[in-house]
């Protein structure tokens, strides 16, 4: 085993002989809100929002965008298991900001191996072979960061399965200090109706 996996179970092994009656948590949130946010290892969704196991779902991806499946996994949370308020929570120094569709399309073709970036941009170091199905992938960059959190809320508050009474909440959260920070507009869009 690696040394990574050898961390993990023995991290896994404490955790699961405190376990207590966490078995006995139901399978709807507790606190019934749902979460969308980046999958950055920076972000700790648990400490920012005060939530402890089973108090809310966390659902994240690179960027923390509205993409089809984060969509998908918000309507299952209220469907299914009952969530009844949303937030989406994008975040500054967001590495989903230093690259384009184009970027990643061109570095996947070059190779699959991970990429450097500096101070002049990104750059393949690996050798072929690559793809160019990057290029057929749109990667939900970001260019501006308020509006990206505004584009996702409007883009789930118009899907057809979100009802409207489900309020969506706009936030950036902030790297450097730990705060959330309202993006108004967002948070304006997502009103429930």
Do not use: Q
């Not at 308020?85 to 967001?94: G, K, L, P, S």
């Not at 996702?152 to 309020?167: C, E, F, H, L, T």
Request: charged share 25%; proline share 5%.
């Amino acid at each position: 085993m690696s040394k990574i996996v050898d961390e993990v179970m023995a991290a896994n092994a404490r955790y699961a002989a405190d376990f207590g009656d966490k078995g006995d948590l139901p399978m709807p949130p507790g606190r019934r809100f749902a979460i969308l946010t980046c999958m950055d290892a920076r972000l700790d969704p648990a400490k920012y929002a005060g939530l402890a196991e089973g108090d809310a779902h966390v659902i994240r991806n690179a960027g923390g965008r509205a993409s089809d499946d984060a969509i998908r996994s918000l309507v299952i949370s209220h469907k299914l298991l009952g969530t009844n308020e949303w937030f989406v929570i994008h975040h500054t120094d967001c590495g989903m900001e230093t690259f384009t569709n184009e970027i990643m399309g061109n570095l996947l073709e070059s190779s699959l191996s991970t990429a450097t970036v500096d101070e002049s941009g990104w750059h393949d170091v690996g050798e072929g072979p690559g793809t160019t199905e990057g290029k057929y992938i749109h990667w939900l960059t970001i260019d501006d960061l308020a509006k990206s959190v505004v584009d996702d809320v409007k883009r789930i508050r118009g899907n057809p399965m979100v009802p409207s009474d489900i309020p969506i909440h706009g936030y950036i959260y902030d790297c450097k200090t730990g705060r959330l920070l309202e993006v108004p507009e967002a948070t304006e869009a997502g009103k429930a109706g």
